[in-house]
């Protein structure tokens, strides 16, 4: 099973940066939008920024301005730069793809995730 494969979680104190990455094999060639989700205990995994093949990037509310999220097409990889932190980050962070590997339709690929911690 293709798997993206992440780094960059960690413990860190409220206030503080962590960059988040992920990286998506060659095998998969054509990457439309990615992503990253995350999902708190008790709670639905929710979208937390986006950012289509033409570099437009959406984030939900409780993010923006804190977090930045970009990628490098070349690499096939995106980033998550995550400053201002609260505690209330704290969740399993899922960086998400939306592409194809050769001789096949497109489809969601997703990272094993990566925990972050934010203690007040």
């Known amino acids: 099973q293709v798997q993206l494969v992440e780094s960059g979680g960690g413990l860190v104190e409220a206030g503080g940066s962590l960059r988040l990455s992920c990286k998506a094999p060659?095998?998969?060639?054509?990457?439309?939008?990615m992503g990253w989700y995350r999902q708190a205990p008790g709670k639905q995994r929710e979208l937390v920024a986006r950012i289509t093949s033409s570099g437009s990037t959406n984030y939900t509310d409780s993010v923006k301005g804190r977090f930045t999220i970009s990628r490098d097409n070349a690499r096939n990889t995106v980033y998550l730069q995550m400053n201002s932190l609260k505690p209330e980050d704290t969740a399993i962070y899922y960086c998400n793809m939306f592409g194809r590997r050769l001789l096949q339709g497109p489809r969601d690929y997703w990272g094993q995730g990566t925990q972050v911690n934010v203690s007040s």
């Open positions: 060659g095998s998969i060639v054509s990457i439309n939008a």
